[in-house]
């Protein structure tokens, strides 16, 4: 699977190459937290960045208030910025968002368009999608889209909208680390739910050495989640880390 920072280079600056083998990584309960929709306010933000543990924002292109949102976090050593790429659903009803890739898109428009979306979400160090189902399901667009991380330095992480992903076939053949989503955390918004999947996230570390967990920036029932264990979770042997720390 693949994966993208709110900082200072452009979106045509040469970042340092994607990791190209896939080296071994020590992973011992390492929870990697991913909080998408960034970019819409910076309040919903906010409430992640003051949890003092390392994550990462993913944040979408063209929004009102994305350049506040990349100030924001900027500020935080431990936290970083990846592009969260508009991409269509299967259910052509919802609309991706500013900046979105399509089904019908044009893979040879497929630079373009991170260009343009890079250069709103500055810094960013890899990207996940948004949506997508539609999208991540077409070997065309993806080749394109991953192609383009790794010509630029950036990573991909697959969100997993769809079970047909054509990612990691993809990153296979292209010679690119692959890494997807395992939890989400707040498909539903009441409190029982997001607590069940945080504790679903932390056995799969338990389990498996690492997980890979999404929420949202609106969900103030994730961040109560995150805030109110994460000091036991580290008394007791977990670790929280950016993602970008799997590609290297």
């Not at 994305?66 to 009803?93: F, N, W």
């Not at 539903?188 to 690492?210: C, T």
């Not at 994730?222 to 264990?229: C, E, G, L, N």
Request: charged share 20%; glycine share 6%.
């Amino acid at each position: 699977m693949l994966l993208m920072l709110c900082g200072c280079r452009t979106a045509h600056e040469k970042r340092p190459p994607v990791q190209q083998a896939h080296q071994p990584v020590n992973r011992q309960k390492k929870i990697f937290l991913v909080i998408d929709d960034g970019g819409l306010v910076v309040s919903e933000t906010q409430q992640f960045l003051d949890i003092p543990v390392p994550m990462t924002i993913a944040v979408l292109p063209h929004q009102k208030e994305t350049p506040a949102v990349c100030r924001a976090i900027s500020k935080y050593r431990d936290k970083e910025i990846i592009l969260h790429q508009p991409m269509e659903a299967l259910d052509g009803s919802k609309n991706p968002g500013k900046g979105a890739i399509y089904n019908s898109t044009d893979p040879a428009q497929v630079a373009a368009i991170l260009d343009s979306n890079l250069k709103s979400v500055r810094g960013a160090v890899g990207m996940n999608n948004h949506m997508g189902s539609r999208v991540t399901e077409n070997p065309a667009l993806m080749t394109a889209v991953l192609r383009y991380g790794k010509q630029h330095g950036l990573f991909y992480l697959d969100s997993k909208t769809a079970f047909n992903s054509q990612v990691p076939s993809i990153a296979k053949r292209e010679h690119m680390h692959f890494e997807e989503r395992h939890v989400f955390l707040d498909i539903q918004h009441d409190r029982a739910y997001v607590r069940k999947m945080w504790g679903s996230a932390v056995n799969h570390a338990r389990e498996h050495g690492y997980a890979v967990v999404i929420g949202h920036v609106w969900s103030a029932e994730t961040a109560a989640a995150i805030r109110d264990s994460y000091a036991t979770l580290q008394n007791q042997g977990y670790t929280f880390h950016r993602l970008s720390e799997l590609y290297q």
